[in-house]
């Protein structure tokens, strides 16, 4: 996987870039949506691709294996030709799921033992495991194995955790390196700098990742109810050790603000599943603030969702009555406020890129963030 800098903005470590993958590729800065079983829900791949125009999705090891199982995904020729998707695709290695899953799991220097939440079934991963199952996926970019601390957590237990992490790097960085793809497609592995909030933890864990020489690295950890500010102060911390050439992929972040806030710290990749979340609950991000289509106020609002937005729902369904079908619990509701959010999302980070380009991101940014964190 190749990554180029095209352009560096002068009044932050903001960057504009590209990598490129068997399957296409991607610009940066840039979101990715989320397909956790392999699909993004209320949204076919279609549409992906050509409403939303997102570049790369991300699907979960944890999910993957539970459903439909590595053998059908391995019959299938992998996720890519299960799902009919042609672009880039990046896989969590499933440690944030097994991190979700505090009452029924345990952590040993093996791996994670868990039991399934569909069935109740016993389960295992560990470094080798999710390299295996990240393998039979077949996702361009594939994630090192890791343990996920919580919010709050005490300083030795970052520690310790952080320490385990490195040592599932190594041992996931070995069984990457001793296997090989099984499609005809190259693989990237990222591994994840850990340490909570604690700066001198994020600065060993950011060198000891450096270190590793990957394709590209990623930041977890963060966005787990810890303040925005810490958020974007460990991001900088981390952005400034991380080596420039490489791309940077903060885990689960966040909303339009977390995301311009990062960017502006160095991070090139995003995903969240907030926008298509909080879209089928009724929350829209738009141009012009925040939105809760259920509220009484846009009863009779006959205007667009969005004016600005480049989405065609954007213009072909009116406020009021994307807010019938919300409160009415029709099923086009939540399909339409998907596709809004994705959509609004995907072109936010290509505002960003494009200013980045100009030289005008940071006095845009402060002014865009203002903007779209209004509530309306």
Same mark, same amino acid.
């Given at each position: 996987?190749?990554?180029?800098?095209?352009?560096?903005?002068?009044?932050?470590?903001?960057?504009?870039?590209?990598?490129?993958?068997?399957?296409?590729?991607?610009?940066?800065?840039?979101?990715?949506?989320? *397909?956790? !079983?392999?699909?993004?829900?209320?949204?076919?791949?279609?549409? $992906?691709?050509?409403? =939303?125009? /997102?570049? #790369? &999705?991300?699907?979960?090891?944890?999910?993957?294996?539970?459903?439909?199982?590595?053998?059908?995904?391995?019959?299938?020729?992998?996720?890519?030709?299960?799902?009919?998707?042609?672009?880039?695709?990046?896989?969590?290695?499933?440690?944030?799921?097994?991190?979700?899953?505090?009452?029924?799991?345990?952590?040993?220097?093996?791996?994670?033992?868990?039991?399934?939440?569909?069935? *109740?079934? !016993?389960?295992?991963?560990?470094?080798?495991?999710?390299?295996? $199952?990240?393998?039979? =996926?077949? /996702?361009? #970019? &594939?994630?090192?194995?890791?343990?996920?601390?919580?919010?709050?957590?005490?300083?030795?237990?970052?520690?310790?955790?952080?320490?385990?992490?490195?040592?599932?790097?190594?041992?996931?960085?070995?069984?990457?390196?001793?296997?090989?793809?099984?499609?005809?497609?190259?693989?990237?592995?990222?591994?994840?700098?850990?340490?909570?909030?604690?700066?001198?933890?994020?600065?060993?864990?950011?060198?000891?990742?450096?270190?590793?020489?990957?394709?590209?690295?990623?930041?977890?950890?963060?966005?787990?109810?810890?303040?925005?500010?810490?958020?974007?102060?460990?991001?900088?911390?981390?952005?400034?050790?991380?080596?420039?050439?490489?791309?940077?992929?903060?885990?689960?972040?966040?909303?339009?603000?977390?995301?311009?806030?990062?960017?502006?710290?160095?991070?090139?990749?995003?995903?969240?599943?907030?926008?298509?979340?909080?879209?089928?609950?009724?929350?829209?991000?738009?141009?012009?603030?925040?939105?809760?289509?259920?509220?009484?106020?846009?009863?009779?609002?006959?205007?667009?969702?969005?004016?600005?937005?480049?989405?065609?729902?954007?213009?072909?369904?009116?406020?009021?009555?994307?807010?019938?079908?919300?409160?009415?619990?029709?099923?086009?509701?939540?399909?339409?406020?998907?596709?809004?959010?994705?959509?609004?999302?995907?072109?936010?980070?290509?505002?960003?890129?494009?200013?980045?380009?100009?030289?005008?991101?940071?006095?845009?940014?402060?002014?865009?963030?203002?903007?779209?964190?209004?509530?309306?």
């Amino acid at each position: 996987m190749k990554f180029e800098i095209e352009a560096l903005d002068q009044g932050s470590s903001a960057r504009a870039g590209v990598f490129k993958t068997d399957h296409g590729s991607v610009k940066t800065p840039v979101f990715m949506p989320v *397909g956790t !079983a392999g699909t993004v829900k209320a949204v076919h791949q279609r549409e $992906l691709r050509d409403d =939303i125009k /997102a570049s #790369i &999705i991300l699907g979960n090891t944890y999910h993957l294996n539970l459903r439909p199982g590595p053998e059908v995904l391995s019959e299938a020729g992998g996720l890519h030709k299960f799902m009919n998707w042609d672009r880039p695709i990046l896989t969590d290695s499933g440690g944030y799921q097994v991190y979700s899953l505090a009452e029924n799991r345990k952590i040993t220097e093996d791996g994670a033992h868990f039991r399934s939440h569909i069935d *109740g079934s !016993a389960r295992f991963l560990s470094p080798e495991t999710s390299i295996d $199952l990240q393998r039979v =996926i077949g /996702a361009d #970019i &594939i994630m090192a194995f890791d343990e996920c601390t919580p919010y709050p957590c005490e300083y030795n237990k970052a520690k310790i955790s952080m320490e385990l992490t490195h040592r599932w790097l190594k041992r996931s960085m070995d069984h990457f390196n001793n296997t090989q793809p099984l499609y005809n497609h190259t693989q990237a592995l990222f591994p994840i700098v850990q340490g909570s909030v604690y700066k001198d933890l994020r600065v060993q864990s950011a060198e000891v990742i450096a270190s590793f020489e990957a394709s590209g690295n990623a930041i977890g950890g963060l966005s787990v109810g810890e303040p925005h500010e810490d958020m974007y102060s460990m991001a900088e911390v981390v952005c400034n050790i991380l080596p420039v050439d490489k791309p940077r992929y903060l885990m689960g972040v966040g909303t339009p603000a977390n995301l311009l806030e990062c960017i502006a710290h160095g991070v090139d990749m995003f995903d969240c599943v907030m926008p298509a979340r909080n879209g089928r609950n009724g929350m829209l991000f738009t141009s012009e603030g925040i939105i809760n289509i259920k509220n009484e106020k846009w009863k009779s609002d006959f205007n667009p969702i969005d004016p600005n937005g480049d989405c065609y729902v954007d213009k072909d369904y009116s406020k009021a009555y994307l807010r019938h079908l919300i409160v009415s619990g029709e099923r086009l509701g939540a399909q339409i406020a998907t596709l809004h959010n994705l959509a609004f999302y995907v072109n936010l980070m290509e505002e960003c890129r494009s200013h980045i380009i100009d030289g005008t991101f940071l006095s845009w940014k402060n002014k865009k963030v203002k903007s779209i964190t209004n509530r309306i």
